[in-house]
């Protein structure tokens, strides 16, 4: 994680569910583990109350996508030195990466019943 703003760094402003954000700046290398890692160990004096037990459970969304562990910010290509929003939020585990699809699939399934003459 690096202090300074400079071209090569990326900016994130988090966003818990409750509304409230803060700032962070990181490195393009740095993976969401690092990421939510660094935010739980550097807990901003705001968020007292959505405080977690483990920074495992500290989960990043990104454009409506929960972002797995290993992805880096620089897969993402995030523009350097711009600010990018994600959302934070707890959760124990991750949903499958095609668990949406299946579920919108289902649904149209099961809405075919009946054909009227």
Do not use: Y
């Not at 760094?9 to 290398?29: A, E, H, M, Y």
């Not at 992805?71 to 290509?77: D, P, R």
């Amino acid at each position: 994680m690096t202090s300074e703003r400079d071209p090569d760094t990326v900016n994130l402003r988090l966003i818990l569910v409750s509304g409230k954000t803060q700032d962070f700046i990181f490195s393009p290398n740095d993976s969401a583990t690092e990421i939510a890692r660094h935010v739980f160990e550097n807990w901003p004096a705001g968020w007292e109350e959505e405080s977690v037990s483990s920074p495992s459970i500290l989960r990043l969304i990104f454009q409506g996508r929960f972002l797995h562990g290993n992805v880096t910010l620089g897969a993402l290509k995030l523009p350097p030195g711009r600010t990018t929003v994600m959302h934070l939020v707890a959760r124990e585990t991750l949903p499958e990466p095609n668990s949406h699809g299946q579920r919108n699939r289902e649904k149209t399934t099961e809405s075919s019943c009946c054909l009227l003459l």
